[in-house]
């Protein structure tokens, strides 16, 4: 399926150009697309260009150079060729598609005012971002996360690119569904950039779970407090907290009695406690997991687990 959903990505004139990168498509992870620059597909966390012939190769020369004209073309064949009809999405730099894959774009970004962008034209740049739902990456810490039949409010921290989007994502369907460690809980997700749920048209492509409500495209801050008033969740999932207002939300979601499970940009404890917007929750002991994230031989692993009783 997942081949598919790669090739019908691009027009008919320029499948056969992608057809091995789409046989690969459970190693591939992204496929970058530059202007007048060589194909680059990033296949098992490693740098390959794409031939004329579209195969996968180490070397720039002789790689197939992507022409501004058949970028346009592929823009607009995922636009539906209607570009407009798309143009929310592309304010917020990327396009949601069939599977939960995600388009980012770039180009000439045009403000409507100082702190608001109204499109982006001229697009020269497609990142395309490949999904992987992993089901049963949350095995290994599952049973972490509950005490005594009851969950336990978890924060994963992660440096970029270690699979804390993926641990979360299945975290949210075990908690959801309910597992040996506890029963299923109404979950709500905010999921601000569409990469839990990789919803399209509304509809989750990621398995989430049977008891969960997702919140697609809205600010992390503001979600949690409409998803509190609206959905009354057990658990509020979100991914990235990053700034003043997320851990303002989070404490808020707290004191109505629900749980949070959220992921951070942070390498270990010592970088979690460095960031200020942080310390009061920490103080408060808001968390009581914490699930360290790492990379070791090219691959992601749980570093450690550390329990707050």
């Keep these: 399926m997942k081949k598919e959903e790669i090739l019908h990505m691009f027009p008919a004139s320029l499948r056969g150009l992608f057809h091995t990168a789409a046989l690969a498509a459970q190693e591939v992870q992204e496929i ?35 022409d501004a004209g058949e970028l346009e073309q592929i823009l607009q ?58 089901k ?27 699979g804390k989007t993926t641990l979360l994502r299945d975290l949210v369907r075990e ?15 905010v999921d601000e950039r569409s990469e839990l749920a990789g919803s399209y048209l509304g509809v989750a ?3 989430l779970g049977i008891r969960t409500d997702v919140l697609d495209g809205c600010p992390k801050a503001m979600g ?3 998803l509190i008033r609206s959905m009354a969740p057990e658990v509020i999932a979100v991914d990235e907290l990053g700034c003043p207002e997320d851990a303002d939300a989070v404490e808020k979601v707290l004191r109505c009695g ?38 070791e031989n090219g691959s992601c692993v749980v570093k450690k687990i550390y329990r707050c009783e």
Aim: hydrophobic residues 40%; contains cysteine.
């Design 32 to 66: 970058r697309l530059r202007a007048e620059k060589p194909v680059i597909l990033i296949r098992k966390q490693q740098e390959y260009f794409l031939t004329k012939e579209g195969r996968f190769t180490k070397e720039a020369a002789g790689a197939k150079v992507m």
């Design 77 to 134: 064949h995922i636009c539906k060729y209607s570009v407009y009809a798309y143009v929310d999405e592309i304010r917020q730099g990327y396009l949601t598609l069939p599977g939960g894959h995600r388009v980012g774009v770039a180009g000439q970004v045009v403000l409507e005012d100082e702190n608001r962008i109204r499109t982006i034209k001229n697009i020269r740049y497609l990142n395309i971002r490949i999904a992987h739902e992993i």
């Design 136 to 162: 049963g990456a949350a095995k290994q810490v599952i049973s972490e996360v509950y005490e005594k039949g009851r969950f336990c409010n978890t924060l994963i921290l992660s440096p970029p690119g270690c």
């Design 175 to 189: 908690i959801s569904d309910g597992n040996a460690w506890g029963a299923g809980m109404f979950v709500s997700v």
């Design 205 to 207: 492509q990621n398995d």
């Design 224 to 226: 949690m407090m409409l």
């Design 258 to 295: 629900c749980h949070i499970l959220s992921t951070i940009h942070a390498e270990d404890m010592e970088e979690l406690r460095r960031k200020s917007f942080m310390k009061r929750l920490l103080a408060e002991g808001a968390f009581r997991r914490f699930i360290v994230l790492a990379k």
